[in-house]
């Protein structure tokens, strides 16, 4: 029996590569029901990524793909996330956060939010940065400027 009934997990999910996979397997592993919210092209925008994002239904397809070729769509639910809260002040059922230790202070700040309109905080549950070849950590920055693949190989020597 896994530890919570729902728990939640966020992000772009540009390239989706083997950091996000791992995030994503952590939160099947920990829930029985994963809502997963994938942020809009509007909220990508705002956060000014240092390079070109794929749009909402590409990133949506591919995390689709992923989810059933691990069996797991019928235990996810995806919705577009437009600030860095999505449903997690007004979902009472959310009981964890599965997030990076690149993401977490979203969700200590998330747990501060829910406190000020009575909801319970949630446990969070932070996982490594995935490292690469290199041991830097694994990014769409990264696979973006040719640097890494999606499993973290090194694809151009660094300057």
Known sequence: MKRFRKVAVGGTFDELH??????????????????IGLCTDEFVKKMGKPHVTASYEERLRELQVFLKAHGLIDRAEIIPLNDPYGNTLTDRYIEALVVSEETEKTAIKINQKRSEVGLPPLEIITIHMI????FKPISTTRIRQGEIDREGRLLKKAA
């Open 131 to 134: 490292p690469a070849e290199n």
């Open 18 to 35: 083997k950091g996000h996979k791992v995030l994503l397997m952590k939160a099947f592993e920990v829930g029985n029901r994963v809502l």
